[in-house]
């Protein structure tokens, strides 16, 4: 059973960071391709950033620039938040792609003041 784990999340002040990080149980580079998404109340899921074989990533337009995702040789991937919005607020989800989606549990991050 794949399962991905994320951590990282919280209460952050406008301007701030956060890195998230998802784990998983298999080695990531088993993974077809991994991704983060978002989903803040009211509001459909949608995808924040990706990472697909050989590096290629991709990225949200309302994050570009702000938001960078990597990933390691083991089991993680992560998800690095500066210049942090109110808009940013919602659960993070990681997505892992191998033949089939897994889904991580999600992790909250609230930007406020």
């Known amino acids: 059973q794949v399962q991905l784990v994320e951590s990282g999340g919280g209460l952050v002040q406008p301007g701030g960071s956060l890195r998230l990080s998802c784990t998983a149980s298999?080695?990531?580079?088993?993974?077809?391709?991994v991704a983060w998404y978002r989903q803040a109340p009211g509001k459909q899921r949608e995808l924040v950033a990706s990472?697909?074989?050989?590096?290629?990533t991709n990225y949200a337009d309302s994050v570009k620039g702000r938001f960078n995702i990597s990933r390691d040789r083991a089991k993680s991937t992560y998800l690095q938040m500066n210049n942090l919005k109110p808009e940013d607020t919602a659960v993070y989800y990681c997505y892992g792609r191998r033949g089939v989606g897994y889904w991580g549990q999600g992790t909250q991050v609230t930007v406020s003041s």
């Open positions: 298999e080695n990531i580079f088993s993974f077809t391709a």
């Open positions: 990472i697909a074989g050989g590096g290629i």
